[in-house]
Structures are given as structure tokens and as C-alpha cells.
């Protein structure tokens, strides 16, 4: 007999309290008698990363140690932003006072009045005109705004050194074409068995968004200038395709496995098995963190023979039920913690003794500004890797032009999964049969849109 | 008065379940039911959309998939899930040695966890150094893709779904099986009746009940069947382990759309009541 009680606790789960709060002090009145604030905020390292998780914590110990008063409580949810979680976690109360949320959700959660309007607490983060315009203009809507921008990448190809040199490859010498990928490819899966020269997503929205990476590259897009229908039935779309179904195919150099969801290709390249991914350099963090990945093993190198670069990030906003002073308390949370020079994340010296890898160009938000420049001045002191493993990577993304996420993303992501895993499960698969299915799927779904 | 005195801690008992039902079972029900003609982000004021959320679930790119997918899985389950526990139950109960141990070995997939278990099972159908494969290669047959193509994935989840749950089943149906007045099978023993022909016209009759409740209970069960495709497929690939609950849960939590979630969730319950509402005629035309 079925046990249906599946749902009923997938459900419930979502619905639940996403994290164990850490301990904390009481917060002890100011001396000024002024009223103490209780903070909670996310993004705390999990238990399976005891090093960063304690760094975390001597962070909060340090943060209100110098702000007398305030009380700061951590959750662990791990992805920090979870689409499955957010709107019931907001509903039910148990929404952070600081969260994080990725580009592809601000208009959704500023629209649906889900963040606070942070305009007149701005001044708690001090380099606030140091984060790049472009960044702040995509958090602001009717000239308030509502987030710190936190992170911003582009796209590049990820790669395992280690795998390179062992397949005969120079591994400073990267693949800058995709006949080179698809060279390289072939030569680490032909080291044997379980090698798989380039992983790639096929299922749960995570095969329609590298798609998208993959069509922006070639110069194509996923819908028409006016978003009203789909583009992606072109000759960059066939291309993408075609290259995959060759890949999987022709030169069996991508494995037998289908990849669905986020993780799952993270995990095979922290096997130290996969040799290239389409990915940002935080790809490079999370599988030497999260993945127990060799930190030397890997590069990034720029996105092969790209037109254009999906542009992806995150910001910090505040929940829309927080009073002044939460809200004061939790952006100076973020300020200490993300957006200070030498301090929280940005405490270099103390990554490299954690074996983090530092050197990693990790976070373009803050750009070129006195800020930018003294966060990678410091980075580039500590650096854990030799940063030139980075260099091609870094001048690939200052000179591709970056491309934002499809409207209705994730619905058009849903749609494109049949068609990626199509060409990676079935030998026989008709690419034009794919993209034309796909087409008619997503006009349906822009037209029911509107 | 008398009665409700005499019996007032029967009654307390009744309270206690009554508020447990309601609050986790009718409640959820009812606001699911408002929520399928309502638009909402469970944090603003919801607006009343008529059947909006109906037509969009309907529109869905994935919705006939979903519906022909949840059909062949109920299909296909019951074929695997409910004649073999039967079969299985029919054995045991025939056993003279060993039977306790074969009941906790038949038992045993129930007590684990259905992520331990779907886990466990994302590992046999590795394509690489997955269990089945290396079975087959060890009887010199190639290997399958089970879970990476259109055409094994959805048998393979079934296979997953049956094994996790025909030790309920098969306890149930034993339970049935030794409830049965051993006089009818030594009557029908001289009257000369075989082994076939005492199950025909002894064990089915008799447990005839319980087949039917339990067929009720299985069909109820995999039309609702989500956590195989979520953990193991994804609902893919190329939709084809798409089904109405995964898709109920894709609208709900990663679209947020929980509207057209709702309304989904709605048609499948008046399909399931179609179907309950035929298997208690059954049952009291049997009673009857």
C-alpha cells in the first residue's frame, strides 16, 4: 500500500521552521537604557561545515559584543533562499528579520510587498555608494529600495585542473571554443570508467536555467524582445542541443547519469570526477565547502565563444514585519558581516586558515569603487590558489555583456527541462521535434500569462 | 442524558480523535478548497478568482502528462502492489516453518524511512556502479538506463513504490487469510476440492472484504503518489514521471502559485471520491 502520508510531510516540512537557531546571549540592555532588539538572520553555515559554521558564530559573538543591545539569532537554511519555503516561512512568521533572495525573485517579492522598503535605514551599510548603481538600481522600484545588493556573477566554465593534467590537457591553457570543450571532454572521460568530461543539468528547473546560459552564450534568446513569446526555437537553441546530444552521444563524454537538481551535478564535481560545468566562480566555493571538493583542483576560466552572460546574484532584504529598529539592527548585521572590508566574509586571513579558497574572484558588486578595489587587493594578499588560475576568467566577464533571467523564468525553465533532458536521454531525439514541443508549450504558458 | 453519562469518557475519547481530524485532515481540506478559487501569496489579502486557478491548472503544459502519468502508475501498481502481496500472503499463510521470520523479512522495507528507502533505491539504479546493473551484467545482459529514460523511468518508480510498501499489504491480507473458519477449507477438502479451487471458492469469497477495501486503499494511495518522482526523477525525464501530486507541489512551492496547486489538489480529490464512493456501494452491496 502507498504511503500518501509523502506529501502530507514533504508539505509539512516546507511548512515548518526552516532552521535550528544558534544559541546566543541574551542581548543586555544598552547603556543609554535604550530598548533591546532581537534579531534572527540567514545564511549560517550548516553543521556540515563545522569551520565556517564557527566563523559564523564568532562573527555574531563580535557583532553584538560592539552593539550592546541586540541580540542576534542565526538560521542554517540551507540553500539560504528556498522558493519551496519562502512564502509559507513569510505567511507562518518564521521569516528571518535579514533574508536572502536572488535576483530572479526581487520583482516578485518587492511587488508582492514581501521585503521592506529600507530607504531611510540605507546609512547603516557605510559603503552603501561603493555597491556598484546597476546592482542598487535592480532592488529599487518607484526610487525606494528595498535590498542590499550581496553577490553578482556571470557565467564560466568551471574546470578540474587536476582532471586536465591527468587527461594529457594544459590546464592554463583552458578550452576557449566549443570544439575545445568538446576535445577536452572526450579525453578525461576516455581516463575510464565513472570520468565524465562535462556534467550538465537535465531535470528540476536546473536544465532549463543552464539552457538559458547556454543559448545567451551562442547570442540567442529565450523570448522575443517584447516577452510575449518564445525564442528560443532558433539556430542557437539547435546549437546548444545539438552539442549536448553529440556530446552524450557521439562522443560519450558527459556519463550515463541524468543530473536533476542543483546538487546533484555539485556532487559529482566534488567527486573530483567531472572535468567542466558551465557555473559562476561560487560554484568553486560551494564544491570545495559543501562538496568536500579539493580546493586546488579547480579553475574558471571565460565563458566559451560568449555573445552574452547570464547575469545572476542575490541581495539581503528585510522582512516587511520588522519594526525601525530591527530593521537598523539587521542591516548593520549585513554591513559587518558582508559588506566590510577585512571583516566577516571578507576576512581573508581567517578563510585561508579555514583551507577555503581564497583567490576565488567571487563578488563583482562592489566593482571597481575604493571598496571593490581594497576587497580584492585583499583577497589577492591571501590568496589560498594562485589567482592567475582566475585571470581568464576575470577579463572574459569585464568584457561579455551580462543578460538577465527570462520573465517567468522558472515556468519556461520547467518547459525547457523536457527538451534538455530529451537530448541527454535518448539517442534518437529529435532536436527540432524538441524545441518546436517546447515552443508551443511556453507561447501557451505566456499567452495564459498574458 | 442517562446514555450520554454512562457513556462520557467514550465520548471523551471521541473528542480528542474528532479534534485531531479536524484540525490536520478537514481543516487543511476546507482552506484547500477556498484557496483553489482564490488568487494568493499568503501574505496580502487574497482576491476571489472564480475558477481561474482551474483553467490555469488546466492550461498547464504539463497537465495531461501528469493525469496519463498518475493513471499508468496507479495502473501499474496495483498490477505489481496488489496481486503479489496477495499471492505472497496466500504462501505465508501456507507455511508450516519459518513463517515468523519470513512475516518480519516481508515487514522490513515498511519500517524504513520512504527517503532512506528512495535513497537506497537512487543507488541500485545507478547507471554506473548501481546494483541492478551489475546483476545484469553478471548474467551477461546489457544495462539498462532506468531512471535516465522515458521509457524505464516511470516502471522503475513502481517497482520502487511496491517494494517500499507490500509488506503492509501482505500483513493485512494474512490477517484476512487466517480469519477464515478452517471447517470451510476441511469441507471443501472432502468434497474433493484442489488447492485452486479452495482459494477460488474459499479464501476470495471470504476475503473478498478486504480485497476490496484494499484495492480502494491502493488506488486512493498511488493516484497521490509524489515523493518517488520528487527524490528520484524530478518528474522526468521529458515529463515522464510527471504526476499530479509532483506537479501540485511544483505549482504550490517552486511557482508559489498555490491557487491553480489548490485546484489541482481538488480535482484529484473528486476523482479519489469517485472512486470511494463506488468501492462503499461495493461493500454494501456485498454486505447486503
Not at chain 1, 295 to 307: C, H
Not at chain 1, 351 to 366: M, R
Not at chain 2, 74 to 89: D, I
Request: charged share 15%; hydrophobic share 45%; with cysteine.
Amino acid at each position: 500500500m502507498q504511503r500518501s502520508t509523502g506529501l502530507l510531510l514533504v508539505s509539512a516540512l516546507a511548512l515548518s521552521t526552516a532552521a535550528c537557531g544558534s544559541g546566543s546571549e541574551p542581548a543586555t540592555p544598552t547603556a543609554g537604557g535604550a530598548k533591546a532588539v532581537s534579531i534572527t538572520v540567514a545564511c549560517q553555515p550548516a553543521k556540515s561545515a563545522p569551520k565556517e559554521r564557527q566563523a559564523w558564530d564568532d562573527d555574531v559573538a563580535a557583532f553584538m559584543k560592539a552593539h550592546p543591545g541586540v541580540t542576534v539569532k542565526s538560521t542554517d537554511q540551507q540553500p539560504c533562499f528556498d522558493p519551496k519555503t519562502f512564502g509559507p516561512k513569510l505567511a507562518g512568521g518564521q521569516m528571518e528579520t535579514a533574508f536572502v533572495v536572488p535576483v530572479t525573485n526581487y520583482n516578485d517579492v518587492i511587488s508582492k510587498g514581501q521585503a521592506l522598503d529600507i530607504t531611510p535605514y540605507t546609512s547603516e551599510i557605510k559603503n552603501w555608494n561603493d555597491l556598484r548603481p546597476d546592482h542598487r538600481e535592480l532592488v529599487t522600484k518607484d526610487g525606494k529600495i528595498y535590498g542590499v545588493p550581496n553577490v553578482h556573477y556571470s557565467v564560466g566554465l568551471v574546470y578540474n585542473r587536476a582532471l586536465f593534467t591527468k587527461a594529457g590537457l594544459n590546464p592554463d591553457a583552458p578550452p576557449k571554443t566549443w570544439a575545445e570543450v568538446r576535445e577536452a571532454a572526450k579525453k578525461i572521460a576516455g581516463l575510464g570508467a565513472g570520468y565524465v568530461g562535462y556534467g550538465e543539468y537535465s531535470g528540476g528547473n536546473t536544465g532549463g536555467w543552464h539552457f538559458t546560459q547556454a543559448i545567451y552564450g551562442r547570442g540567442g534568446s529565450i523570448l522575443s524582445p517584447d516577452n510575449k513569446t518564445a525564442a528560443f526555437n532558433s539556430p542557437e537553441g539547435k546549437a546548444v542541443l545539438q552539442t549536448l546530444h553529440d556530446m552524450r552521444w557521439v562522443d560519450n563524454s558527459m556519463g550515463t547519469k541524468l543530473l536533476v537538481g542543483w546538487e546533484s551535478l555539485m556532487v559529482a564535481m566534488g567527486s573530483g570526477k567531472v572535468g567542466m560545468m558551465l557555473g559562476a566562480p561560487d560554484v568553486v566555493t560551494d564544491v570545495v565547502n559543501k562538496f568536500k571538493g579539493n580546493v586546488a583542483d579547480y579553475g574558471i576560466t571565460g565563458f566559451p565563444e560568449a555573445k552574452a552572460s547570464l547575469s545572476g546574484g542575490e541581495a539581503f532584504m528585510i522582512n516587511p514585519k520588522a519594526t525601525p529598529e530591527e530593521a537598523k539592527a539587521a542591516l548593520a548585521w549585513i554591513d559587518f558581516r558582508f559588506n566590510t572590508v577585512g571583516k566577516g566574509r571578507f576576512d581573508f586571513a581567517r578563510g585561508k586558515s579555514l583551507g577555503n579558497p581564497v583567490g576565488v574572484p567571487d563578488n563583482a558588486v562592489f566593482g571597481d569603487s575604493p571598496t571593490g578595489q581594497a576587497i580584492q587587493a585583499d583577497r589577492v594578499k591571501n590568496a589560498s590558489l594562485p589567482v592567475t588560475n582566475y585571470e581568464t576568467y576575470v577579463q572574459a566577464a569585464g568584457t561579455i555583456p551580462p543578460k538577465a533571467e527570462p520573465l517567468h523564468a522558472q515556468e519556461l525553465y520547467a518547459i525547457l527541462d523536457v527538451a534538455m533532458s530529451g537530448v541527454l536521454s535518448r539517442k534518437d531525439a529529435s532536436i527540432d521535434q524538441l524545441l518546436a514541443d517546447a515552443e508551443t508549450k511556453a507561447n501557451a504558458v505566456l499567452a495564459a500569462k498574458g | 442524558m442517562q446514555i450520554l453519562r454512562r457513556n462520557l469518557t467514550a465520548y471523551g475519547f471521541l473528542c480528542a480523535a474528532l479534534a485531531c481530524f479536524t484540525v490536520f485532515a478537514w481543516y487543511p481540506m476546507v482552506r484547500e478548497f477556498i484557496l483553489s478559487f482564490q488568487k494568493t501569496d499568503l501574505i496580502n489579502e487574497p482576491i476571489w478568482v472564480g475558477l481561474d486557478n482551474f483553467v490555469t491548472a488546466f492550461q498547464d503544459p504539463a497537465f495531461g502528462e501528469a493525469w496519463l502519468n498518475t493513471l499508468e502508475f496507479t495502473f501499474l501498481a496495483l498490477v505489481c502492489g496488489y496481486a503479489v502481496p496477495f499471492v505472497v500472503a496466500l504462501v505465508l499463510n501456507e507455511l508450516r516453518h519459518a513463517r515468523a521470520y519470513l512475516r518480519f523479512v516481508v515487514y522490513l522495507p515498511v519500517m524504513l524511512p520512504p527517503i532512506v528507502a528512495v535513497l537506497l533505491f537512487r543507488w541500485f539504479y545507478d547507471p554506473g556502479p548501481g546494483l541492478f546493473n551489475q546483476v545484469l551484467d553478471a548474467f551477461g545482459l546489457p544495462p539498462l538506463a532506468w531512471l535516465d529514460s522515458s521509457s524505464t523511468a516511470l516502471i522503475s518508480l513502481v517497482i520502487v513504490s511496491t517494494w517500499m510498501n507490500m509488506g503492509s499489504a501482505t500483513l493485512i491480507y494474512l490477517a484476512a487469510l487466517q480469519n477464515i473458519p478452517p471447517e470451510l477449507y476441511e469441507a471443501a477438502e472432502l468434497d474433493g476440492a484442489g488447492i485452486w479451487k479452495r482459494i477460488r471458492h474459499v479464501t476470495i469469497p471470504q476475503t473478498r472484504l478486504i480485497l476490496l477495501l484494499m484495492l480502494m486503499l491502493q488506488i486512493v494511495a498511488t493516484m497521490q503518489v509524489f515523493i518517488e518522482p520528487y527524490m528520484l526523477t524530478g518528474g522526468g525525464p521529458e515529463n515522464a514521471t510527471v504526476t499530479v501530486a509532483y506537479l501540485m507541489f511544483q505549482n504550490a512551492f517552486t511557482l508559489q502559485d498555490y491557487g491553480s496547486a489548490g485546484a489541482l489538489g481538488m480535482m484529484l480529490m473528486i476523482v479519489l471520491l469517485v472512486f470511494a464512493a463506488f468501492q462503499l456501494r461495493l461493500t454494501r452491496e456485498d454486505k447486503a
